[in-house]
Structure formats: C-alpha cells, structure tokens
C-alpha cells in the first residue's frame, strides 16, 4: 500500500516559463496578502488535496481532507483518502497517527521546525524571521509568492504560497530530492470557532508509539 509520508515539511518553488507572469509593483499582491493572512487568520478549517510528484516526473500519490488550524503552533491534516491518516500538532508535539498500522510517531515542536511550511501557516513568528521572501507573480489566476528557509540546515529549497481574491487556495512544495508537492485548499472557514479537541491526541489503547528525540 501506498503511503503519504510525513506533511511535506522539508520542501521549491520554481517560476516556470509557460503561463507565468513576473509581477509588476502593481501587481505583487501575494507578499502582502502573505502577511494579511499571518497577521488576522486565527483559526482556519478547509477541505484539502494533496499531490505528490516523483522527481523523475513518473509516479505520484494523491491524497485529501480535512485541515484544521488554530494559531500558535496547534493544528490537524486530517488525511481521510485513500488511507485514514492524522498529523496533530498541539501546541507542544507534532504526532503523526497512522490506524491501520496502529502505530503513532511523536516529536517536540521546537525551533527545528521554524522554518518549515507547515510552521509557516501556525507559527507566531514574524514571516522574514525563518524566510526570504522572493517573486511574487500571477499564474492562471493565483497569486503566489516565493520563500526560500533562512536556516542552512534546512533540507528543503523553498515553498510558495498561492492566493486567490486574497484567500488562501494552494501552496507548492519541492523537497531536497526533487519531489514536488501540491496542497489545494477548499472551502475554508476562516476565524470560526474550532473544537479544541481536534488539537488533542491521545493514542488509543494498543498504539505502538515511537519517540523522535531528535525534535
């Protein structure tokens, strides 16, 4: 069985040739609204889908559901297609549950994952504090902009941030081995109340836990 590893944390964002346009001053809106949504998005619910593309351009893996956030440092990739899957970060740890298995891995949040993107949506941080912000451009009518990590130990390239009449609608990632990553994100509620349950995991009896020190 096919599995999606581990939310593409480690992840580039290229400009590509066809379809692009470099933004003028008057149009490099998605830094801005980057910052729009860092500054006012407290909580956030959304549908997802996620594709993951081999480096070779051959086999790739798709998968989607339910995202949840509540910043700081709280949120949950509820993974529900084609295998039940859950990433919960609580403020504290970032646990990954896999049922089938009946097995959960645990790791610290810490400054190891400041510069990640699945920080970059949650953290506290102020955004040129873990990134460099670069292009901005339109691409069949998304807005997106660039970030490179400013952390050398990173080993992902970048990521960019797409931005649809101002609200959040995809980000596209590209790790260290050349696997390139897109998240499509739908019907999002944004600054609704959201269940503080979700933000909690508690492994079910007869869960096999590992523990990643290294975090």
Known sequence: MNRVPWIPVLLTAWLAASGVT????????????????????????????????????GRSQRSAGRFYL?????????????????VVADGEHLWLYEPD??????????DGLSSTPAMLLSGSGRLEDSFRVGAAYREDGIDWVELAPLASSADFDAVRVGFEGGRLVAMELRDALGQATLIRFGGLRLNAAVDPALFQFVPPPGTDVLRDDEF
């Not at 830094?31 to 593309?53: C, G, I, K, N, Y």
């Not at 298995?101 to 810490?110: G, I, K, N, Y």
């Open 70 to 86: 509540h910043r700081p440092m709280r949120f949950r990739w509820d993974y529900r297609e084609p295998v039940s899957r859950l």
């Open 101 to 110: 298995l009946e097995q959960a891995t645990v790791r610290r949040l810490d």
């Open 22 to 57: 470099p933004a003028g001053a008057e149009e490099a809106v998605a830094p801005a609204q980057l910052r729009a949504f860092l500054a006012e998005t407290v909580t956030l619910e959304a549908d997802f889908s996620q594709e993951l593309q081999e480096a070779d351009g």
